[in-house]
């Protein structure tokens, strides 16, 4: 608020901050065909390529989990078939893998107990993934992830939650 009485007003001051990175990889949706790509803001600021750099994937790497849990019911014994409606413990926990100790938190640090697959994937609980790739095998969802592409991958408690580039 400047000045007073009848004659104040509101003036806003923008102050600068970061300047948000873009990407866009535009394809033909019919032959796959590359309309356009573009790979940052400003090419003089930053030369990293956005739309084909790697890195990790993170929580958009989830549903290879649950497609390797789904698949459960092709591949493996049908009493032991992982559905959507399975149980799965949203509870903290440290996981072993090796020599190593590997302690994912969900968000906010928040956990609900038993939840079904179905609403650990919706609310994407890390904590639910992690044992769900338990379950299923680091190994079989490492492969499913190679035959979609993805050859970073190694099987271990962390692929559960996008740990390797793409």
Known sequence: KVGTGSSAHIETKELP???PQVALVALDPHTGEVLALVGGRNYGFSQLNHAVAKRPTGSIFKPFVYAAAVNTAITGSPEKAITPATL???????FAYGDQIYEPRNYKNEYHGQVTARYALAQSLNNATVKLAEMVGYNNVAELARASGIASVKATPAIALGAYDA
């Open 88 to 94: 799965i413990d949203d509870s903290p926990t440290t």
């Open 17 to 19: 901050g970061p300047v």
